[in-house]
C-alpha cells in the first residue's frame, strides 16, 4: 500500500512541477551562490533562480521532494525587475487543506500565491500534495538578510511555520544581483557601441576635392575660338 502511495505521491508531484520548475535551459551557477539554480526561459527573456531546497518536516512516506521550501527568483532582462517567492510543497493525509494566508514573524501580511494541488490516492483515506507559496517584495527580503520566518495559514486553522536560514537569502540575493550586473554591463556595452549602418548614418560626408586654378597665360596671348565644326 506504501508502495503505491509513494509511486503516486511521485507521479502527482513530477506532473505538477513540470509547468513551474523544468528549465528550459540551465545555466552555470554563480561562483558566489552555489546552490542557487539558474535557468533561462522564454528565449532569454527571464532567468529563473530556484535556491537549495529544505525540508519544512520530514519527507511523506520518505519520498523526495515532498515536505519542502525553496527561495524562488525571476530577472527580467528586458525591464530590469525582479520577483521573489517563497516556495512551499506541502504533503500530507486528511484534509485537504484551505490554505489561503501568509504573514511574517512580526504578523506582517504577505502576498499568498496558491499553485496547484494534487489528489496522491484516497484508497484508504485521502493524501494530497500541495504547492504554494508567499510574494516577496524586492525590498522586503533584502530587509530579511538575517533570516526570514513566515506562517502560512488555512481557513481551516492548520498552519505552517517555515524558517529560511540567512545563508539562503544571501545566496539567492547574490546570484539575482550577478546576473543583474552582468544584463547592466551588456546593456551598456551594446548603447556605447553603434551599429554599422549608425556609424555610417552619422559619419561626416567628404567634400570633393577643390579644383585647381587654370594656369596663368603670358600677357598678350590670344586664346582661339572653340571651332564651330
Known sequence: ???????????GLALAGCAILQPEEKLAPQPAA???ELTKEQGGRFIAFVGPKLQHTEMFLGVAETNYFALRSWFD???????HQLYVEDSYYGGPYKWDGVHDKDNKPLRFVAISRNEITCDQGCAYADEFAAALPEDYLRAQRSGLSVVFTASD???LTVTV???LVAAE???VDAVRAIAAKTASTSTAAPTPAAAAASAPTASP??????????PGTVVPAPSSR
Open 209 to 218: 576635392p577643390a579644383a585647381s586654378p587654370a594656369p596663368a597665360l603670358p
Open 77 to 83: 532582462n528586458k525591464t530590469g525587475e525582479t520577483a
Open 165 to 167: 536560514p540567512p545563508n
Open 34 to 36: 552555489q546552490g542557487v
Open 1 to 11: 500500500m506504501i508502495q503505491k502511495i509513494a509511486a503516486s505521491a511521485v507521479l
Open 157 to 159: 486553522g492548520k498552519t
Open 173 to 175: 540575493l547574490t546570484a
